[in-house]
């Protein structure tokens, strides 16, 4: 096995590939993770306040999400591009391991951000559409962008993390996945979007209703997440893969509520476009010919820097910059004006030879980039007009000019400090079977990880063995745990046994919360409606929170006691409401999982009824209850009675 993968590596280490996907798939990492930012900036009072709003143990936890919103940022468009993305990495692992966040408030997001933060850390991430690319061009201004080659990278930076985030999760799932009845039945899509606390607001009941479709689709995710992992590099089976895998992903956005999951899964996917789409696509939007052509001074610093800034942004390559000494003389259009004239201001020539110069020129550059347009018709007001042509005028009186070329360095170059040009480009072109046989034991190492957790979590903890008995099963056990404590840690190698058997099993009842006000009008908190679909923006980790730790098929009257108090604490607040002045609601109505198909059961389990099963009252910013001892036995609806109103 050793031999395989070494000579996999060796002959992937040299394969030179575009940086294009690697590029856009740290542009969507760094999005991602400033959604999720964002999205614990809102709950941050629901998350990390012991009492919401009340008792708050944190107050500094919104300036470290500033701070990582702004690393998050960073890792979006390129800016420092090692620094940033290692800045993410800890921020990361800190919130997950010492902060609620993982205890109350995850459904396996955190740990895969983890992994994929740890793979990013030796990728390439900086050479496409990154201002480090830009920075690098700034640093040796008198070198035209022209003159640069596309930025190349290893076929290997696209083949480890797709190999290990997606390959070995999905084989993982795939195993626990066996063990559930709903699963072998075909429903393993199913079953949860016909359960109202797990579906997104979108009705996909009409799909639904298809029982020859939705057992096409189970059985597919199967198959598909068995063979992942050995079938997805292979040249004629990879756009198979590539379109399976965002249907599926873009299922689970549309369909359940745990987008962000669905959203982090989705962006490996374009680590597997084939290159050639790239091109097309670039051929696509890209300009056949140039709508602009701006000649600048080319012994100007300045100008050399504002061409390659101004080309770096040119996405759609609608502008040509050129220098105006090497090739004003070849376009008729200039020629009533002197070379000295030429180089006291930026001018420029449209498709129809129209001529433009100084602020005009900035504008009609921001106009044909198209994405720009909305500034450059910004910059044509009177007001604003006025204020950018006396700022031009000023700079470019004053700017410097050096008799110079390419070869003749301004700064020192940029230094390219990242891991993967310290790791793949200078140690592997000096010792390449070295470097090949050190990563092929490190992937051994992660294949190790987990298989850690799979057998463990994925096979014995499920097979009707028991493996108590066996002498040397608790050491081992133990040493298993502290394994994946710290691949899931470090790594974001863990189980993932999401919506099996053991969680829809006895799942027969849901809750809601609802409040009386001053005129004793009863309303839906913010929270669960009156189908039982949690209300955006409670998906994600706030989805999890309520679906898959407060209410199980087992109710913990403790934990739910806790969640209810931080739910009626934060939406309370929220909402405008006077704690003391209100009464809660505890609502419940039963609901059906079946493992078998049943026509139309997500209108079934909405239509369900509610009955009235407790009250909760604030005062004196302190909780109390009026609840059944045993939730789990309120489950004799004929019995139920309404809750009085005061």
């Not at 559930?180 to 109202?196: D, I, V």
């Not at 004629?236 to 895998?245: E, K, P, Q, S, T």
């Not at 994405?371 to 018709?377: F, K, R, S, T, W």
């Not at 050190?438 to 850690?452: D, H, M, S």
Request: hydrophobic residues 45%; positive net charge; contains cysteine.
């Amino acid at each position: 096995m050793y031999q395989f993968v070494y000579q996999k590596i060796f002959q992937l280490l040299f394969q030179k590939v575009p940086a294009t996907g690697i590029g856009l798939f740290r542009v969507f990492y760094g999005l991602v993770a400033l959604q999720e930012i964002f999205f614990l900036y809102y709950f941050n009072h629901l998350i990390f306040d012991p009492v919401p709003y009340i008792d708050v143990e944190f107050p500094g936890i919104p300036l470290f999400l500033c701070l990582w919103g702004i690393v998050a940022v960073c890792v979006a468009v390129g800016y420092r591009y090692q620094l940033a993305i290692t800045a993410n990495y800890v921020f990361w692992i800190v919130f997950v391991n010492f902060t609620p966040m993982q205890r109350d408030f995850d459904g396996g997001f955190d740990t895969f951000m983890i992994g994929t933060g740890f793979f990013l850390l030796f990728m390439p991430g900086d050479r496409a559409f990154s201002i480090d690319s830009l920075r690098y061009k700034l640093s040796m201004p008198f070198t035209h962008y022209a003159d640069y080659p596309q930025a190349t990278v290893s076929a290997l930076a696209y083949h480890i993390p797709v190999l290990v985030c997606l390959g070995f999760l999905y084989l993982d799932s795939d195993v626990h996945k066996l063990f559930a009845e709903h699963w072998r039945n075909g429903l393993g899509s199913w079953l949860p979007a016909t359960q109202p606390y797990y579906v997104s607001a979108l009705d996909t009941s009409p799909l639904l209703n298809i029982e020859w479709l939705q057992k096409t689709v189970g059985y597919t995710i199967m198959i598909f997440q068995l063979t992942f992992v050995f079938f997805f590099a292979h040249r004629r089976l990879r756009v198979i893969y590539l379109l399976v895998g965002l249907a599926l992903h873009l299922g689970i956005i549309i369909t359940l509520n745990i987008y962000p999951f669905g959203i982090g899964m989705l962006i490996f996917y374009v680590l597997l476009v084939p290159f050639k789409w790239w091109r097309n696509i670039a051929r696509w939007f890209t300009a056949k010919q140039p709508a602009l052509t701006v000649f600048y001074d080319q012994q100007c610093p300045l100008c050399n820097r504002t061409a390659l800034t101004l080309n770096h942004f040119d996405l759609f390559k609608c502008i040509d910059f050129k220098p105006a000494q090497q090739y004003a003389v070849s376009y008729p259009g200039l020629s009533s004006i002197s070379m000295n004239t030429l180089l006291t201001d930026l001018y420029a020539l449209d498709g129809q030879n129209k001529i433009y110069s100084g602020v005009d020129t900035y504008r009609q550059i921001l106009l044909k980039m198209r994405y720009l347009a909305p500034v450059g018709i910004l910059l044509g007001l009177p007001a604003i007009r006025q204020w950018a042509e006396k700022k031009y005028r000023a700079i470019a009186d004053s700017r410097q000019r050096i008799s110079c070329d390419a070869g003749c360095p301004v700064d020192p170059p940029l230094q390219d400090k990242t891991l993967y040009h310290q790791i793949f480009e200078q140690f592997g072109q000096q010792k390449p079977k070295v470097l090949s046989r050190k990563l092929a034991k490190i992937v051994i190492v992660l294949l190790f990880f987990q298989l850690n957790s799979t057998i463990h979590y994925g096979l014995f903890y499920r097979l009707p063995i028991a493996v108590e008995k066996i002498a040397m099963s608790q050491p081992i056990s133990q040493a298993s745990n502290a394994l994946l404590m710290l691949s899931s840690t470090f790594l974001g190698i863990t189980p993932h046994a999401l919506y099996l058997h053991d969680h829809f099993a006895g799942y027969d009842r849901i809750l809601a919360i609802t409040y009386l006000d001053q005129n004793g009008i009863e309303h839906w908190l913010p929270f669960v409606n009156q189908q039982g679909r949690l209300l955006a923006p409670n998906w994600g980790r706030v989805h999890s929170m309520w679906a898959n730790i407060a209410i199980t098929p087992t109710i913990d009257n403790q934990r739910l006691r806790k969640f209810i108090m931080k739910v009626t604490a934060f939406w309370g607040h929220e909402s405008g409401l006077n704690l003391g002045n209100t009464i809660f609601k505890i609502k419940m109505k039963k609901i059906d999982a079946p493992t078998h198909w049943v026509s139309d059961q997500l209108h079934k389990n909405f239509l369900s009824q509610w009955v009235n099963i407790g009250i909760v009252r604030w005062c004196n910013e302190q909780i109390s209850y009026d609840l059944p001892e045993d939730i789990n036995a309120n489950l004799d609806y004929s019995m139920s009675k309404d809750v009085p109103r005061n």
